[in-house]
């Protein structure tokens, strides 16, 4: 029973963090985007959901907006408000070349943590939002529960795949493609650059909301500024660097690896002494499996298929 | 009023500590073309080890300090021949991925030997120096402003009269016509990323003087470092020298006016300004 409640914990894990790992590689296997603040947009789609189920602030609260929508308002709410933080984002720094995107990225993750944890009339502080509903949590027992929930977000991933490998796939995917190899050629061949980039990084924001949503809501329950560090944003990009990137099964076998990694050194049982030590070793274990993956494998586990759309004449 | 000058101050030393410990990393990004996010884990490497000598084991001030600085010398030597250098040609985009990674390696190695709990180095408190009845600044802090002062003015002969120095320039500005001119790379990049290891480390040290050690300061200070290298464009040795000034500054005066919390954000928030209206920071070549 305690492997089966590991697993199924892992699974959603695996789960929410997959649907981060597949949008990430849209925008840095396939654009090279390189986004070293990921977090931020996963962090806005927790709290936005927090927000707009959350009920209205009592007299002794700190926070000052609580709407208490429904379920699936908090969560398209999520996505919706995601996607607009990366347009207003991606307007002035997409043309930014590649490591400057890296930094600004970085720094925007920064300081919206910090506003996390002092704008405390929004976001209450660094206590942040706790008893978060779960959707349809009256409906059954709670064993059934972790195993509806379970189910619901492998839907939500399988759901994330389709719909981005479609986009992949198509010609869409094949310009980003392009972009990726020679950003100045795909401009000569009249495609408009800027509103592609743009495109795909609203559209994979929106799915980085929702993974929010759905981690604040039914696997934590509650938000606070502590859980969304730049660490979150390096597993991300470790994943799909490890995993292989241009290649969505390659994120989410990446993100399996640094998932099981992660959640099998807090499942065995370690001297308590040790265990507060086991957290700098799993940094020591991720920074190690990446830095030997690029070296050694630079393309990845799942090497990316490499496709010809028209062979001779 | 007396808060503004003590602000000003604190700023000041802010800027000088920034000012080594950028330094390094702009030297880096100017050899080897990638912005190395882990240069802010040298620092707290060098804080560390200036509390195992000084601290843990009771050795003098001096001899700490030059220990402290000679062997985050050799460890940026180290991540550089280790992690580095057989992926130089992988590329830019490779290269700052795999910084991520060691940064991460370090920090956890750092966490992992230090503990979680936060030290303090307790250097010997100076007298200070009262001007009209207000306690305006120690004798510490005019020392962090001179020390930072003396190396910079150092590595700058360093880098206009000796010959290494002139070919650092000449590899800065065009790599390849300058390999095939006959200067030797493998032993320019030995020397670049031992310099980066010891003004990382003597940074290191000073912020141990104003601030306490924590875990994740490494990560702090490599905000910071990018945010003084962007302000000063990307690899322009002179530029960092007014850009740290302007981000310790920013910082240390700004939470006057935004709520103490927003000290580090202030200095993303240059970071964003700067790209956002000129991106090629704003003292170009």
């Known amino acids: 029973m305690e492997w089966m409640n590991f697993l199924v914990g892992m699974g959603c894990l695996l789960s929410i963090y997959g649907i981060i790992a597949v949008a990430y590689n849209v925008q840095y296997g396939y654009t090279k985007m390189v986004n070293f603040g990921t977090v931020a947009w996963f962090a806005i789609g927790a709290y936005a959901y927090a927000i707009l189920t959350t009920h209205p602030p009592l007299p ?27 347009f207003l984002i991606g307007l002035p720094t997409l043309k930014l070349k590649g ?20 704008e405390k009339w929004l976001t209450n502080g660094t206590v942040g939002f706790f008893a978060i509903r779960r959707p349809w949590v009256n409906l059954m027992s709670a064993n059934a529960y972790t195993y509806f929930s379970f189910f619901l977000m492998v839907v939500a991933l399988l759901l994330t795949y389709f719909l981005l490998n479609k986009i992949c796939k198509a010609p869409f995917g094949r310009v980003l493609k392009g972009i990726r190899e020679n950003d100045t050629v795909c401009l000569f061949l009249g495609k408009k650059v800027p509103s592609f980039k743009m495109k795909a990084f609203v559209i994979t924001s929106i ?49 399996f690896l640094l998932i099981f990694a992660d959640q099998f050194t807090r ?21 190690l ?25 | ?17 920034l000012l080594l410990a950028s330094l390094g990393f702009t030297m880096v990004e100017r050899l080897d073309n990638f912005v190395n996010i882990s240069h802010g884990q040298l620092l707290a490497i060098g804080a560390y080890f200036m509390l195992l000598f000084y601290n843990i084991l009771g050795w003098g001030f001096i001899i700490s300090v030059v220990l402290t600085v000679f062997l985050t010398a050799l460890m940026g030597l180290l991540v550089y021949k280790a992690f580095f250098k057989p992926i130089l040609q992988f590329g830019t985009v490779t290269l700052i991925i795999t910084s991520a990674g060691v940064g991460t390696i370090l920090n956890g190695a750092i966490e992992y030997i230090g503990g979680p709990d936060v030290h303090a180095l307790n250097l010997p408190i100076f007298k200070i120096i009262k001007i009209g009845g207000f306690s305006l ?12 002062m003396v190396s910079i003015m150092l590595i700058r002969l360093f880098l206009q009269k000796t010959k290494m120095g002139k070919a650092f320039r000449a590899v800065s500005s065009n790599r390849v016509l300058a390999e095939t001119k006959g200067i030797n790379l493998g032993s ?3 020397l670049v990323w031992l310099l980066a290891g010891g003004t990382a480390g003597l940074a290191g040290i000073l912020l141990g003087v104003v601030g306490s050690l924590t875990p994740d300061m490494g990560w702090n200070q490599t905000m910071f470092i990018m945010s003084v290298a962007v302000l000063g464009g990307l690899g322009n040795i002179y530029g960092i020298m007014i850009a740290s000034f302007i981000v310790g500054l920013t910082m240390d005066v700004g939470i006057l006016i935004f709520p103490s919390g927003y000290r580090p954000a202030l200095a993303f928030a240059i970071i964003i300004i700067v790209l956002l209206i000129k991106p090629e920071g704003i003292f170009e070549e």
């Open chain 1, 60 to 86: 002794e609260d700190t926070y000052r907006f609580g709407f208490g929508f429904p379920i699936l308002v908090g969560i398209i709410g999520a996505g919706i408000i995601s996607g607009l933080v990366a």
């Open chain 1, 267 to 287: 499942f065995i049982e370690v001297p308590t002494s040790f265990a507060v030590r086991m957290s700098s070793i799993r940094g020591i274990i991720y920074g």
């Open chain 1, 207 to 255: 799915f980085m909301g929702i993974a929010g949503s759905l981690y604040a809501s039914m696997y934590m329950t509650l938000v606070t500024p502590s859980m969304f560090t730049s660490m979150v944003s390096f597993l991300v990009l470790f994943a799909v660097v490890v995993g292989g990137k241009g290649n969505n099964k390659g994120a989410i076998l990446g993100m």
């Open chain 1, 289 to 313: 499996i990446l830095v030997m993956v690029l070296r050694f494998l630079p393309r990845g586990i799942i090497k990316e298929k490499k496709v010809i759309y028209h062979e001779g004449r």
């Open chain 2, 137 to 148: 600044i120690s004798k510490d802090y005019i020392g962090i402003i001179i020390v930072s």
């Open chain 1, 99 to 118: 490591h400057y995107f890296a930094i600004v990225t970085f720094a925007f993750a920064e300081i919206l943590r910090h506003m996390l944890i002092n």
């Open chain 2, 188 to 190: 320019l990049s030995t």
């Open chain 2, 1 to 17: 009023m007396a808060r503004l000058i003590q602000h000003i101050l604190f700023g000041t030393v802010t800027g000088s500590i």
